[in-house]
């Protein structure tokens, strides 16, 4: 006859409580969409010979992004009395801000011809104008939904000065360096 004591009881509903909190921890900060979003915003020259902007990110994940919005967006700070701030928002329109996939990571190695999970945005507003002034500043929001889990992610970059612009055009794949200047 089999005989369950308090004690094992008690262990057996200990340990699976411990079990069940590991695999959460695991689900929601393991399997959490992960991208990577460039430092700089590169200004470069495109096919109409017009002056654009193009922020750069990719994924990170080995599983595919979906539901993915980008938003651009300019903060002004003026000075609130007797003391704060106030931030004013102004929405930067993208040539593009939604997209419905962005494939899974690959290693560069594999990336000969296409690099599906790299991305960039692209701008025709004067953003060169909004980094020099002090008191305005860039901020590029990223939403997307993880491929298998389906959990969303916020990634947030905020641009603050001019010295975040480079003329030129990005690196190709899984990298941000920025491979051609304009002269």
Known sequence: ML??????FLLSIASSLIASIIF?????????????????????????????????????SIFSAYD????LIELEERPAEPFGKHV?????????????????????????????????????SKVRDTLKDNHRSLQLKITLRHGLTGLSKNFIKNYHTDASLIKGA??????FKVVKKID
Request: proline fraction near 2%; include cysteine; charge should be positive.
């Open 3 to 8: 005989v369950i004591t308090y004690q094992d």
């Open 24 to 60: 959460l921890f695991l689900i929601l900060f393991g399997l959490r969409p992960k991208i990577k979003i460039s430092n700089i915003i590169v200004l470069d020259i495109d096919e109409n010979n017009e002056e654009c902007y193009r922020i750069k990110f990719y994924n990170t």
């Open 68 to 71: 993915v919005n980008v938003d």
């Open 88 to 124: 004013y928002y102004k929405k930067i329109d993208l040539t593009r801000s939604n997209f419905s996939v962005i494939q899974h990571w690959l290693p560069s190695m594999m990336c000969k011809n296409y690099a599906h999970h790299c991305t960039q945005v692209k701008t025709y």
């Open 170 to 175: 990005f690196e190709f794949g899984n990298s």
